[in-house]
């Protein structure tokens, strides 16, 4: 196959239906991570929160509508 042959293969396979919305917060390290990844797009935001991570999501799932999403619907993944 060719790259070309590859490029058209690669853009028709079926999109997925599922959406995942998730929160993982990294206790050992600190970090944050905001995931969503859906039919409008991929979208990751990465932080280092040290000891406050946990808190530091809560919060954010507290602000409900941030300007971009509702976070108060993301899954929260404590690891």
Request: proline share 3%; net charge positive.
């Amino acid at each position: 196959m060719n790259r070309e042959e590859l490029k058209r293969l690669w853009f028709s396979l079926p999109l997925s239906k599922k959406e995942t919305k998730e929160i993982i917060v990294e206790t050992e390290f600190g970090h944050v991570e905001i995931l969503s990844d859906g039919p409008d797009g991929y979208s990751s935001f990465k932080t280092n929160q040290g000891d406050n991570a946990l808190q530091y999501a809560k919060d954010r799932m507290k602000e409900k509508f941030d300007g971009i999403r509702d976070l108060s619907k993301y899954k929260l993944i404590i690891k």
